[in-house]
């Protein structure tokens, strides 16, 4: 017990909780922007899987992990163009075809990494992307090495929290947009462009979701496998439920999972007596009761999940 | 006064339908010009021409003398022409200073540069006399409130013709004279205003001039000073105007439902009801008026059990009711043709044969066991029989009611709530949406229940359906009840004040 | 009118299935293979031999117990996605049963089993139904926490408690459901499965119960003001949606799997849901595809086998089968689309007023 108060520990599963919030949190925002735009996309884990096998691939090939994020940046907004084309145009049901993405952008992960690695490898590695110390900041006693010692990608994460905030409540770009997932019919009769912005919604969404995912096999693990991301696409919209679709509330909601996560892999190792299942379960649990604590009072943005037709009659 | 704005020889086809032929319009600067017609008459095409999100299919428009083409919603803003729609296009979520500035640009920077901006505004809903809370949160504000709000909206676009939709449908009686009050402003700084109504009293008091439109052509166009209401009537209806032919019930033996002092969310003005204390007897068809949002939504839910009061006591057939549920009213012969069909009425993507059925599943006519095995066919016959004597037009019975027109949607429920012989009918805006002759039957079958013993409990924001069809009318105002008076010779004038909260 | 929709939603998974296939085989050419040959693998995987057609039934019974389970939560307007977790602690409860209970006659114990797994999947709906029911609660999210902490519950029983030996599995169970064509691992299961789906088709469109849960899921503003029990409805398409994928389970357990392992129901859950949205939502039509879907399954591991091809090939042909399917679905509802159809059919079709 007294491991747990020892300050090295106790940084340690901080540092941990920074890191293992991070996916999290983008994928969360990369949710936020569609939902203001009234796109429910369940299909996170989905875009996240690719995001992650793309980031991986060009990592390996070409050595360099920054390439990785950016590649799983333009293949997470590709899958999602064609969420978005199905959704926005042909007016599927979201949630319907959040699952569908959920099922077909996995299989072509798989798909490219068994032709590109052959069918039986496994744990091909990769050059992971070094941390970059924040200069002065990083020297920072206790605090220093939790918060400024990360891959820029975590500094990237975190600094889109409040560049979302300033987006979504100071910028005139950021009203109309709102207004888009508010009341869209509204918004179209005062000339704001809805489809335009909802498309504009989802690459921003893909593109996000796809870093999220790039980042866990280049900055977090260095293999592959087809379970990497483990649910984390849910978990995301969980926490934007729990941070009530504010840009604040989902950091600290992904903070709160980075946290039990980093917990959960600590008390693994320390009590070896406690089977491990039983502690990985911890981060699903702890989102369970923290939704069913928080109940659902504001159900989000008025006109969220509803398809959208410019109507002439 | 020179000419703003001339609309010549607008005709707009949708499909076979003309919905506007031939329409001519000419408004002056400065003048307030009434469109008058009924629900069909063509008012809507028009205007929804005028503002880009209709083409026309033939004619012209001119502005300030010159023809211009209206091809999108943000050509009608840029052209000074700015819309108030009877349904309000405000993002609840948003306050009244965001919505204000929506969709708008007046500066090149990304940052809404809010303390410069807000004083623009407050400025000019001085100017006009536009009381508003601008930091306040649509849901926050009242009914009229929020209308200010949307003419605020369209001065700020720079409107210089303003169309305001059946703007009073929605406002207590004070509401409208302080409506009235920022008309006169704005005509007085050199503003149009098209005033869409068929109320007579208000477009008599506010009006310069008045169009009539009937059947989508242009019947004549008045100066108000030259007419007077029956003349507008007649030639707005095209026929005389016939008074109620149905007879009055003067006196009731027994009450089918009471309700003593009854609280529902009572602090709430507009959705809420507040010691309510009524009975509908048996065999009288109790009205009640008032406008839309005084608690009538609720008061209607109470009587069918979807609601429960917070504190009061209902008796259906003299028992307390102790549990409420849709299923306990149904069970006790209570019928609800309720507020919106599509919602609550009708499951659309079901058939007209399953709707018509939906509350008779477990009976034997329709199954065996209760319910364990659907008697497919008889369920059919059934719907024939009903679409035979209630007039329903579907091309088959297997059609899915979603397809079909109000009025045959709203007779598919009259038929379910009616059949039964319900000894307690409660009808919430029955003829809602429907066209004359559809209207007629809905009323005739109303009385018709009546007089078999049937309790109706009708509740209309349709004025004149009150007078023509309630033995008793009771008002509800802000969730009270402030009157009831006697169906047969209404005293008109003490109901209507009634019904925007000047008791005397 | 009901004739042509009929046909259309019969057309669009056909025509989806099609326009797989041909990606498909543009894919597979596209990486050096022949798209004949590795076809006529899959063919001869799924239909060569009497032992393979087996196979293709025995993978068929899960998937159409999973589809079963889909496709009834949606058709109640439930979403149930955690029919993955519900389906493995069927298989739990039934492990235990009969791994624990073998001094009970064996036909009685394998009914007790199945019926503790049907429970079990059942009780474990519930808990996303009750949130949804009291807290508001998306069910979607919830479900599929819950699946994670099924396997990974899962996990803990056979590699710790219910440990038979030193593997991480279970010992196996004492009942099996016995097979019904020899020389294939056919086994009773998917006569259950079949039995259910004639009986779930009864109900859902026989009944006044399937009727009123079928109203809930079209509207339930609805259904509640005509005096349908919202509540009650709700939970019990979570219940039975629950049990289903349960019974699932427990018949994969005791009729090819006989004990639990690792790996152990992965991917049937979300496979259901699939399967549910291209058989569009009906029972029969969960079957067929549940028996594509078999067969596409069966048939990929010996075209890997005997080309090289992978077998994620058919994963992508299986997601783009609903990629495709949904998306056509929505394409023929869109009103343009069906004003489209209309003009079409000179039949006089217009609604009258």
Not at chain 2, 58 to 85: C, F, Q, R, T, W
Not at chain 2, 120 to 135: M, R, S, V
Not at chain 3, 284 to 309: C, D, E, H, P, S
């Amino acid at each position: 017990m007294g491991a747990f108060l020892n300050v090295n520990f106790i940084q340690d599963l901080l540092l941990s909780m920074v890191r293992m919030a991070t996916p999290i949190l983008i994928v969360a925002l990369a949710e936020l922007y569609s939902e203001r735009a009234g796109l429910v996309n369940i299909g996170l884990d989905g875009i996240m899987a690719f995001g992650s096998l793309v980031g991986f691939l060009t990592c390996y090939i070409t050595g360099d992990p920054y390439l990785g994020i950016l590649a799983g940046a333009i293949g997470g907004v590709l899958i999602n163009m064609v969420y978005a084309f199905c959704t926005i145009t042909l007016g599927a049901e979201q949630i319907v075809y959040g699952m569908a993405i959920n099922i077909f952008a996995p299989a072509i992960a798989s798909f490219i990494y068994k032709i590109y690695f052959g069918i039986n490898s496994s744990l091909i590695t990769n050059t992971l992307m070094s941390a970059v110390p924040i200069p002065l900041l990083s020297k920072i006693p206790f605090l220093g090495n939790i918060l400024f010692n990360h891959t820029p990608i975590v500094y990237f994460a975190y600094l889109l929290v409040p560049i979302t905030y300033v987006f979504f409540n100071k910028t005139k770009a950021g009203l109309n947009f709102k207004a888009v997932g508010e009341f869209p019919k509204a918004a179209e009769s005062l000339g704001i462009n809805v489809i335009a912005k909802k498309y504009l919604a989802s690459i921003i969404c893909g593109a996000l979701a796809g870093i999220g995912g790039a980042y866990l096999t280049t900055c977090y693990i260095s293999t592959y496998s087809d379970g990497v991301v483990s649910g984390r696409g849910f978990i995301a919209l969980s926490a934007v439920i729990f941070g009530r679709w504010m840009p604040g509330g989902v950091l600290l909601a992904a903070l709160l999972f980075g946290f039990t996560d980093a917990l959960q892999l600590r008390m693994q190792v320390m009590s070896s007596g406690t089977p491990y299942q039983l502690l990985a379960m911890i981060p699903y649990i702890c989102t369970l009761f923290v939704l069913a604590f928080f109940g659902i009072k504001k159900a989000g943005p008025k006109a969220n999940g509803k398809p959208y037709f410019k109507e002439e009659r | 006064m020179k000419e703003i704005l001339r609309m010549e020889d607008i005709t707009k086809k949708f499909g076979e339908v003309y919905a506007n032929q031939d329409i001519n319009l000419t408004i002056m600067e400065g003048e307030v010009h009434t469109l008058l017609g009924e629900n069909g008459a063509g008012k809507s095409t028009l205007m929804n021409i005028l503002i880009g999100l209709y083409q026309p299919s033939k004619g012209n428009i001119y502005l300030k003398g010159e023809k211009v083409k209206i091809d999108s919603p943000s050509k009608a803003v840029k052209l000074g022409i700015g819309m108030v729609h009877q349904h309000f296009m405000l993002v609840e979520a948003m306050t009244v200073f965001e919505n204000i500035i929506l969709g708008t640009s007046k500066d090149k920077s990304i940052f809404i540069k809010k303390d410069a901006i807000k004083k623009g505004i407050i400025d000019l809903a001085n100017k006009y006399g536009l009381d508003i809370e601008i930091d306040k949160e649509i849901t926050e504000i009242s009914v009229g409130a929020q209308q200010r709000v949307e003419i605020l909206k369209a001065l700020y676009r720079g409107a210089e013709v303003l169309i305001l939709d059946e703007p009073t449908a929605a406002l207590t009686e004070l509401e409208v004279e302080g409506l009235f009050q920022i008309i006169r402003k704005l005509t007085a700084e050199k503003k149009s205003v098209i005033f869409i109504s068929h109320k007579m009293r208000e477009v008599l008091e506010i009006s310069d001039q008045i169009t009539i439109l009937r059947a989508g052509k242009t019947v004549t166009t008045l100066k108000k000073d030259d007419t007077e209401a029956s003349e507008l009537a007649n030639l707005m209806i095209g026929k005389e105007l016939v008074t109620s032919e149905y007879e009055k019930v003067i006196e009731t033996k027994e009450n089918i439902i009471c309700l003593e002092h009854v609280d529902f969310n009572a602090k709430s003005k507009h959705s809420g009801i507040s010691d309510i204390t009524i009975s509908v007897g048996k065999g009288e068809i109790l009205g009640i008026a008032g406008v839309d949002g005084n608690g009538q939504s609720q008061l209607a839910q109470m009587v069918t059990g979807v609601i429960s009061p917070d504190s009061g006591t209902v008796y259906l057939n003299s028992k307390k009711i102790t549990k409420f549920s849709p299923h306990r009213f149904i069970e006790a012969s209570v019928s609800h043709i309720p507020e919106d069909r599509n919602k609550m009425g009708l499951i659309g993507n079901m058939s007209v044969k399953e709707n018509l059925a939906l509350k008779s599943l477990e009976t034997p006519a329709l199954s065996m066991g209760k319910g364990l095995f659907l008697k497919k066919k008889a369920i059919t016959n059934n719907a024939e029989t009903m679409k035979e004597k209630y007039d329903i037009r579907c091309s088959s019975v297997e059609q899915e009611t979603r397809n079909l027109s109000g009025g045959n949607q709203q007779k598919i429920i009259l038929a379910r709530e009616m059949e039964e012989n319900p000894e307690l009918l409660v009808a919430v805006h029955p003829t809602r949406g429907l066209d004359i002759g559809a209207t007629k039957y809905v009323h005739d079958k109303m009385i018709d229940s009546r007089d078999k013993g049937c309790g109706v409990l009708l509740i209309s924001a349709d004025f004149d359906e009150i007078l023509k069809l309630s033995d008793r009318i009771a008002v509800m105002f802000e969730g009270k009840l402030v009157g009831i008076y006697s169906g047969n010779n209404p005293p008109i004038k003490e109901i209507s004040l009634a019904m925007s909260g000047k008791i005397e | 009118m009901n004739i042509k929709n009929k046909l259309i939603k019969i057309l669009v998974p056909i025509v989806s299935i099609l326009f797989s296939f041909i990606i498909g085989a543009i894919l597979i050419a596209s990486i050096g293979g022949d798209p004949v040959e590795a076809f006529s693998y899959l063919l001869k995987g799924a239909f060569g031999t009497t032992s393979n057609i087996g196979e293709t039934f025995v993978k068929a019974t899960p998937l159409i117990f999973t589809g079963l389970a889909a496709t009834f939560a949606y058709k109640c307007g439930v979403f149930n996605l955690g029919a993955e977790g519900q389906f493995v602690m069927g298989a739990v409860a039934s492990v235990w049963i009969s791994t624990t209970f073998i001094s009970i006659p064996t036909p009685l114990l394998l009914v007790v089993s199945l019926t503790s797994g049907a429970i079990a999947g059942g009780l474990w709906g519930l808990i996303p139904g009750i949130l949804k029911i009291k807290r508001g609660l998306n069910e979607m999210i919830v479900s599929i926490m819950l699946n994670y902490i099924a396997v990974l519950f899962m996990g803990y029983l056979y590699s710790g408690p219910l440990r038979d030996g030193n593997l991480p599995q279970t010992a196996e169970v004492a009942v099996k459901l016995g097979r019904i064509f020899s020389g294939t691992r056919v086994h009773a299961g998917i006569l259950i499965a079949l039995v259910l789906t004639v009986i779930l088709y009864y109900f859902l469109f026989h009944t006044s119960f399937g009727f009123k849960l079928r109203a809930v899921g079209l509207n339930p503003t609805a259904a509640e003001y005509n005096g349908f029990p919202l509540k009650k409805l709700i939970l019990t398409s979570f219940v039975i949606s629950g049990a289903i994928a349960g019974l699932g389970g427990s018949v994969e357990l005791h009729g090819t799997q006989f004990r639990l392992m690792s790996g152990f129901g992965i991917g049937y859950g979300f496979d259901g849901v699939a399967i549910a949205l291209i058989g569009q939502l009906n029972p029969i039509g969960t079957v067929l595809v549940a028996y594509l879907f078999a067969v596409l399954r069966k048939g990929a591991i010996t075209m890997q086998v005997g080309t090289g091809m992978p077998t994620s090939v058919i994963d992508i042909i299986q997601a783009l089968v609903i990629v495709f399917a949904v998306a056509g679905s929505a394409l023929t509802n869109l009103p343009k689309v069906k004003q489209f159809f209309t003009n079409i059919s000179q039949k006089s079709n217009k609604e009258v007023k």
